[in-house]
Structures are given as structure tokens and as C-alpha cells.
């Protein structure tokens, strides 16, 4: 049975962002559409802090209308097209302070009927173990792009807490020199739905 969860208040998002990218794992991203709820404990998460980082759209403090929204504070979410992916990210760090976590990887948790037709013809461990993939599970689109995360219909709120949890590089940012080889990406040791 579906029922609505109590979204994290917004300091939960105020900490420092690589913090932020570890306590988020675990938590329960949630998004309600007219054909019903879609949840999924996040998994593996990617912090990505900002202008000194040469892997971050804000690095150099690029400052575009795709980025507008990492200037804001934190708890709300940065949405961008990659081929033909949404990608969600959490922005972190304070105002003016371009930061931000993806969200790399859900356990699939409610609305498995809604996640397998809108992931046609995919196995379960493979609707949501990518953070192109997990967008698309949940029906998450640009749309909801500069939404915070405290309210429906997007919204981040409690799951349960990891018992493990590793780091190492971050993926598909080969062309970042040094920024390749920082261990900020974060995920749940064991968990199947990790994205590789």
C-alpha cells in the first residue's frame, strides 16, 4: 500500500556535500505523478563540489542557465539531459557555493508495477541501477527542474540507515584530469542495485 511519506526538513541538505552525498544513502527519494507513487532507497550517490572541481558543470563558477540552480541553497534538486537521460542531482552547499550530489542508484522500494511499464521489457535489478535509468522508474523529467525537496511531488524522506558503506571514483568523467580520481562516489556495500 502507498502511502505518503514525511519529506526530510531542509537542514537536513545544510551540511558539507561530500557528508551530504554519504547521508543520503539510504534515504527514500519518492515521486508522486497522476498515475500513482514511485519510491526507491538511494543506493549510490556522486558529490560534486563545485568551482575547484574540474568534473562539476559549475567548475571555474560557470555560471549558465542549465546551472543556475547550483547558486541556489541546498535541497533542491538540478536536473539535466545527458544523450537522452534525465540526471537528478540534490544541490548542496550554501548559496552562491555551486555543489552537488547525483543520485546514482535506487532500490527499487514502492510502485514496482508503475517502475516495470515505464522500464519495458527490463529485468528489476535494471530499472533503476543507473542514474539515467532510476529517472526514468520514477518519471522523474526537467520538469522537475529547481523543485525543493521538501514537498510533492518530488521528495526526499527517511529509509533506514546503511550498515556499510564504501567510496572510490566517480564514473563516465574521464576528461576531468585530476577530479577523475577523487573516491567521492558513495555506495551501499552489497546492495545489487549499485551501478557497477
Given at each position: 500500500m502507498?502511502?505518503?511519506?514525511e519529506?526530510l526538513?531542509?537542514e537536513?541538505?545544510?551540511?558539507p556535500?561530500i557528508?551530504l552525498?554519504?547521508?543520503?544513502?539510504g534515504?527514500?527519494l519518492v515521486?508522486e505523478?497522476e498515475?500513482?507513487?514511485?519510491?526507491?532507497?538511494?543506493?549510490?550517490?556522486?558529490?560534486?563540489?563545485?568551482p575547484g572541481?574540474?568534473?562539476a558543470?559549475?567548475?571555474?563558477n560557470r555560471?549558465?542557465k542549465r546551472?543556475?540552480?547550483?547558486?541556489?541553497?541546498?535541497g533542491?534538486v538540478y536536473?539535466?539531459?545527458?544523450?537522452?537521460?534525465t540526471?537528478i542531482?540534490?544541490?548542496?552547499?550554501?548559496?552562491?557555493?555551486p555543489?552537488?550530489?547525483?543520485i546514482r542508484?535506487?532500490e527499487?522500494h514502492e510502485?514496482?508495477?508503475?517502475?516495470e511499464k515505464r522500464?519495458?521489457?527490463k529485468?528489476?535489478?535494471d530499472?533503476?541501477?543507473?542514474p539515467?535509468?532510476?529517472t526514468?522508474?520514477l518519471?522523474?523529467?526537467?520538469?522537475?527542474?529547481?523543485?525543493t525537496?521538501?514537498?510533492p511531488?518530488?521528495?526526499?524522506?527517511k529509509?533506514y540507515?546503511?550498515q556499510d558503506?564504501l567510496?572510490?571514483?566517480?564514473?563516465?568523467?574521464?576528461?576531468s584530469?585530476?577530479?577523475?580520481e577523487?573516491?567521492?562516489?558513495f555506495?551501499?556495500?552489497?546492495?545489487?542495485?549499485?551501478?557497477?
Amino acid at each position: 500500500m502507498n502511502q505518503a511519506h514525511e519529506p526530510l526538513p531542509l537542514e537536513f541538505y545544510n551540511k558539507p556535500t561530500i557528508e551530504l552525498a554519504q547521508s543520503l544513502l539510504g534515504c527514500l527519494l519518492v515521486k508522486e505523478t497522476e498515475e500513482g507513487l514511485a519510491s526507491g532507497y538511494i543506493v549510490e550517490t556522486e558529490a560534486y563540489k563545485g568551482p575547484g572541481d574540474r568534473a562539476a558543470h559549475s567548475y571555474g563558477n560557470r555560471r549558465t542557465k542549465r546551472t543556475e540552480i547550483m547558486y541556489h541553497e541546498a535541497g533542491v534538486v538540478y536536473t539535466y539531459t545527458m544523450h537522452t537521460h534525465t540526471l537528478i542531482n540534490v544541490v548542496s552547499g550554501e548559496a552562491d557555493e555551486p555543489e552537488a550530489v547525483l543520485i546514482r542508484a535506487l532500490e527499487p522500494h514502492e510502485g514496482l508495477a508503475l517502475m516495470e511499464k515505464r522500464r519495458i521489457g527490463k529485468k528489476p535489478r535494471d530499472w533503476t541501477n543507473g542514474p539515467g535509468k532510476l529517472t526514468k522508474a520514477l518519471s522523474i523529467t526537467m520538469n522537475d527542474y529547481g523543485r525543493t525537496l521538501t514537498a510533492p511531488p518530488l521528495y526526499i524522506a527517511k529509509g533506514y540507515e546503511p550498515q556499510d558503506i564504501l567510496s572510490g571514483p566517480r564514473i563516465g568523467i574521464d576528461n576531468s584530469g585530476e577530479a577523475r580520481e577523487y573516491p567521492w562516489r558513495f555506495w551501499i556495500k552489497g546492495n545489487r542495485y549499485v551501478s557497477r
